[in-house]
């Protein structure tokens, strides 16, 4: 059966408690802007001309590769749709998911875990295991909608089979692509430096001097490879850090500061501006009691 897909969605949150597979063509797509999840996200390019900006590393993506992206990684997708339809497979699955379909012998996180020494955002698998994949994809996109017997159930077990064989692809040497990464070693420094000091005051003036840099250069440099301006990134990771804290239970009034805002009132117009929802009724929702 041939499956219906889906046009372009900006949303960014999953409508599924647990994970939501989508697949998707498009001729013509909007930019879209740097950002991250809660969740994990797994995708398969099928066709297009894609590149792919994680944190400071720019990926060429070929049909048929695999991409892993945390939820702390900040992400964003440029694409040339007029070479070629872009088709894609994007699975969103909750990180608590991922720990009820685990064992004891078996952690199906392992290929998602960004501390994992070896870990890498890009896979490329053999043609294959390309077709594997997808076939699992196709399937797990036609049980997730269905309504026939056992189709829930029938989902779950395609979901363990996928993340087992993007498991067994991430933990081999020879499926990784380091050659197929585009990144300025001065860029990916900053970048690391943002993610250790973003609790303390940065600014495009600092990072030049940090790194004997001219502004112009950094700034432009910066701006080609993540895709955003030094400044907006700064926020954005503060962001990301500050709605990790709330979902853990950490207080509003308490966690501006650690995150590297000067007053609550900036934090809680930034955090409404990029979520939508103010800090406290974000950490209210996220930490009720079911």
């Keep these: 059966m041939a499956l219906r897909p889906m046009h372009f969605d900006p949303r960014q949150q999953m409508q599924q408690q647990d994970f ?53 990684e900040l992400h964003q997708v440029h694409i040339q749709a007029e070479h070629a339809a872009y088709e894609r497979y994007v699975l969103w699955i909750h990180p608590q998911l991922i720990r009820q379909l685990s064992t004891e012998a078996t952690d199906l996180g392992q290929a998602l875990d960004p501390t994992r020494p070896g870990y890498g955002n890009q896979l490329r698998p053999q043609l294959p295991e390309q077709q594997k994949l997808r076939s699992l994809m196709e399937q797990l996109y036609q049980e997730s909608r269905g309504t026939g ?9 395609l979901l ?11 933990l081999r040497e020879d499926c990784h692509l380091e050659d197929s990464v585009r990144s300025s070693e001065t860029v990916s420094r900053v970048v690391e430096y943002i993610n250790l000091h973003y609790s303390e005051p940065l600014s495009l003036e600092l990072l030049a001097e940090t790194f004997y840099i001219s502004k112009y250069h950094l700034s432009h440099e910066f701006q080609r490879q993540v895709g955003t301006s030094i400044g907006r990134y700064i926020q954005k990771k503060r962001l990301q850090i500050a709605r990790h804290l ?28 990029e979520y939508g929802t103010s800090p406290r009724e974000f950490y209210r929702f ?3 009691q079911p």
């Design 20 to 72: 939501e597979l989508q697949y998707k063509l498009d001729s013509y797509l909007i930019d879209v802007d740097l950002h991250h999840h809660d969740f994990y996200e797994l995708y398969f390019l099928v066709s297009g001309d894609v590149t792919y900006t994680i944190e400071s590393k720019l990926y060429k993506v070929l049909p048929g590769d695999v991409l892993l992206i945390s939820p702390r």
């Design 149 to 157: 017997f056992g189709s829930g159930l029938l989902a779950r077990s």
């Design 160 to 170: 363990t089979q996928l993340l087992v064989c993007i498991n067994r692809l991430a």
């Design 246 to 273: 709330l979902s853990q239970g950490s207080k509003p009034n308490s966690v501006y500061s650690c995150c590297g805002f000067g007053d609550y009132t900036g934090f809680y117009r930034a955090f409404k501006a």
């Design 286 to 288: 996220v930490n009720a």
